[in-house]
């Protein structure tokens, strides 16, 4: 997999390049140094510490997403074991003891700590979407992440339709599973994950005396005037649907509002997308955002993203028609989680 890099403002960047580029000329200097000494494994377990922490550096501190395969020169990676711990990293070997280095991190909160490479590795790969920094043993773990531009943009009132109600749920049924039921108790979910935001529906919910604690209370839309009303307070509209065509693939999807607000729905509906996979990969066989076009949609079932101007979206949590549909939805806390996470732009 070659390394991917989302593209940033640079607007106050230019200080977090110059050190990217410095720290990447002395990482390479330092597998210079190494191949070409040769003088013994504490040497080389010395030089590959260093290396290895001023890539965590520098995989933290990229200002877009990064994917980095470390594959040193005329050194066994195998005869070696990882720990990232805190802010240290330790690498150790059966002759020598564990030598450790200082990890200098800017984002702290971007590095799940206590990381151990529990295979001997061939290749270290560092991936950073912005959410995460996550270091595995192989390419091949790594999540077919799409590459998500930035936004400043934050919304504090968000609008959730959950889609399909009593009023045209016909041949959204199948199997037992109900469309308008899943995405009403995923709404409820969604809405539970979502502290310091005000919560608008299309639909009825009844509020209990929590906050955001929030239950179905009828599926079938509120009036058009009302659901206008409610897209004129909101920041960001999230429209939640199951997809149903042919086939068994489960494919997430997400629509998104051609208007003056389109880059800011993509922004956030992209990373939602990637979250979803970092939570559900093995339920999801697919991700794409794409502009969601009217005339494609003989339906009408989206139409709602046609009566804003705001930032909006829909997701198309799988395939009604998939034996995987189920299962995604018994994972409602974790979808939740990941929408709430990338909705926060943390």
């Known amino acids: 997999m070659k390394p991917r890099k989302a593209q940033a403002p640079l607007e106050g960047l230019m200080g977090t390049l110059i050190d990217i580029i410095l720290a990447s000329i002395v990482a390479v200097a330092f597998v210079v140094v190494a191949s070409q000494r040769g003088s013994g494994e504490d040497l080389e377990k010395k030089m590959l510490t260093t290396e290895l922490a001023m890539l965590t550096t520098l995989s933290e501190a990229a200002p877009g997403q990064i994917v980095i395969i470390f594959t040193p020169p005329k050194v066994e990676l195998a005869q070696y074991s990882f720990v990232w711990n805190e802010e240290t990293l330790g690498v150790d070997s059966k002759k020598y003891p564990n030598e450790k280095k200082r990890v200098f991190l800017w984002d702290k909160s971007l590095f799940k700590s206590n990381i151990q490479l529990k295979k001997k590795p061939s290749q270290i790969v560092f991936t950073n979407d912005?959410?995460?920094?996550?270091?595995?043993?192989?390419?091949?773990?790594?999540?077919?992440?799409?590459?998500?531009?930035?936004?400043?943009?934050?919304?504090?009132?968000?609008?959730?339709?959950?889609?399909?109600?009593?009023?045209?749920?016909?041949?959204?049924i199948v199997n037992g599973f109900s469309e308008s039921a899943e995405c009403c108790q995923l709404a409820e979910a969604l809405a539970a994950s979502l502290d310091g935001f005000e919560i608008l529906y299309s639909r009825p919910f009844a509020e209990y005396d929590q906050i955001n604690i929030i239950r179905c209370s009828g599926t079938t839309r509120v009036s058009e005037e009302e659901v206008a009303e409610k897209l004129n307070r909101a920041d960001l509209l999230v429209s939640l649907h199951v997809g149903n065509y042919t086939g068994s693939n489960s494919y997430v999807k997400a629509f998104v509002a051609v208007n003056d607000n389109y880059s800011i729905a993509y922004s956030y509906a992209c990373r939602i997308l990637n979250q979803l996979v970092l939570q559900l990969d093995e339920l999801i066989d697919g991700i794409i955002v794409m502009p969601?076009?009217?005339?494609?949609?003989?339906?009408?079932?989206?139409?709602?993203?046609?009566?804003?101007?705001?930032?909006?979206?829909?997701?198309?949590?799988?395939?009604?028609?998939?034996?995987?549909?189920?299962?995604?939805?018994?994972?409602?806390?974790?979808?939740?989680?990941?929408?709430?996470?990338?909705?926060k732009n943390e």
């Not at 992440?145 to 109600?165: A, F, N, Q």
């Open 130 to 172: 912005r959410v995460k920094l996550n270091i595995t043993n192989s390419s091949l773990e790594l999540k077919n992440l799409l590459v998500c531009p930035t936004t400043t943009y934050k919304p504090r009132t968000l609008m959730i339709d959950s889609g399909h109600g009593e009023e045209d749920d016909t041949g959204l």
């Open 292 to 343: 969601y076009d009217p005339n494609e949609d003989a339906t009408g079932q989206y139409s709602i993203l046609q009566s804003t101007d705001k930032p909006a979206f829909v997701l198309e949590l799988g395939n009604i028609q998939s034996s995987k549909i189920n299962e995604l939805f018994e994972n409602k806390a974790k979808m939740a989680t990941a929408i709430a996470h990338a909705l």
